[in-house]
């Protein structure tokens, strides 16, 4: 069998599930034994690839993830207007996150730096793209209990075929991520789109983002929102930064 490698489960659990965290080593030993016997590993990123490594793969192939957005879309009229669905201005600046909204993708650090963010930049919003209705609700109070209830709007889960009118719409793309080591697919859709991306300055990202490509910022509340800041504040650094995220 070829082990096809998404993630460290072992990595994965622990993180999820605090209690598990003492069993991490057996995790790991059981993780390693399906790795070792396996014909072939085919993780998605460098960091994986060592994890896999370690365990004494016979064979690692890295096969990273690609954008979901075709290259003869770029001139293809938007299906649906984001702004309409959510009652934004002309002159609101558009922040999104496209994907689940379990705790390691770091959704409470990113309500939590948009506050601090929309009290100095008042003409912006949050769009928050996917999820289950359970964390959704979750979310939704923690922003009614900030005060940003008005600003930060949970759209739910959106086909796939949608996504690349909702990334072109919005100026800013967020990637609060705060645990694991794997890049998110996410990455390589909002770097083809274009825009502007905000992320965690943690491996999980900087295999693939750098300072040429994204404002990259500490996993705090404090640094994050100053990411944030940073690109509203400044159309000039949006289109550098999201240009040479294209390229």
């Not at 938007?78 to 994907?99: F, H, K, M, P, S």
């Not at 490509?213 to 000039?236: D, H, K, R, Y």
Request: charged fraction near 20%; proline fraction near 5%; charge should be neutral.
């Amino acid at each position: 069998y070829v082990y096809d490698m998404d993630s460290s489960l072992a990595q994965q659990l622990t993180e999820k599930w605090r209690l598990l965290k003492p069993l991490r080593a057996v995790l790991q030993r059981i993780e390693g034994l399906a790795v070792k016997s396996s014909a072939a590993v085919v993780p998605v990123c460098d960091a994986l690839a060592a994890i896999a490594d370690s365990h004494g793969s016979p064979d690692t192939q890295i096969l990273r993830d690609i954008s979901l957005l075709e290259l003869d879309e770029a001139g293809d009229k938007i299906q649906v207007c984001l702004r309409d669905e959510i009652g934004a201005a002309a002159n609101d600046l558009l922040i999104a996150y496209i994907g689940n909204l379990e705790i390691y993708q770091g959704i409470d650090l990113l309500i939590e730096s948009f506050q601090r963010a929309a009290e100095l930049h008042p003409a912006s919003r949050l769009v928050i793209i996917g999820g289950i209705e359970r964390h959704i609700i979750r979310f939704r109070e923690k922003a009614a209990a900030l005060g940003i209830a008005e600003k930060v709007h949970f759209l739910g889960p959106r086909p796939v075929k949608t996504l690349r009118d909702y990334l072109m719409q919005a100026d800013i793309l967020a990637s609060p991520r705060i645990v694991g080591n794997n890049t998110p697919m996410k990455i390589y859709s909002y770097l083809h789109s274009g825009k502007a991306i905000a992320a965690t300055e943690l491996p999980t990202h900087t295999q693939v983002l750098n300072p040429r490509v994204a404002c990259l910022a500490a996993p705090t509340p404090g640094s994050f929102s100053q990411a944030l800041l940073a690109l509203l504040n400044s159309p000039e650094l949006r289109a550098e930064l999201g240009a040479a995220a294209r390229t």
